[in-house]
């Protein structure tokens, strides 16, 4: 972090060190909140449960409106505000979602001179559903219909010949098969 005359450096463990910065011409003199941890809790939440959102956010002026920022199934959802629980820490709790719902969320912070930063993406499925009637998908990608139970047992069959022979460096072919001995 820095206010344009030093800076901070942050690191795991270690105390936070202040240095001084170049000044001058292009020298920004405020910058945007950082965003130092974003966590949530449970990890693989139940269709029943609630997820908490924690992040810590700093700003060198101090004044900071972070809002956690959702989507369900991909459709965006209306922004839930992030209560200053101490310190640096700012907290807000995602409903529950029904079995299999897809969440994806990002944490976005703003300071007083409007500057924002928005956390990576993060995300998981609500409830306990299999992964396999979420989605299928064969060796190339393309999703199968999980309406036609033989398409998907042969589909599922050649996805597993194909990774086997591609990922893991087998041969397509059994040792010996096609080749002519040198004489």
Sequence with gaps: MSDGTSYRLHACGVAPSAFAADE?????GDYPPAILRVLRTPQVPLATEAVAVEADVEDLDGAVA???QWELDGVAQAPIAMILQSGV???ASI???ADGARVSFRVAA????SQTEVSGA?????GTTQVS?????????ILIPTTDPGLRRHR???????????????????????RHPVG
């Design 89 to 91: 820490t700012y907290a």
């Design 95 to 97: 409903p529950a979602q």
């Design 122 to 126: 993060e995300g998981y499925f609500s």
């Design 24 to 28: 001058g011409v292009g020298t920004i």
């Design 110 to 113: 703003t300071d007083g001179a």
């Design 133 to 141: 009637t979420l989605r299928l998908n064969d060796a190339d990608g």
């Design 156 to 178: 599922r069959r050649r996805s597993v010949r194909h990774l086997g022979a591609v990922q893991l460096g087998l041969p397509d072919h059994p040792p010996g098969a096609g």
């Design 66 to 68: 972070v809002e956690l």
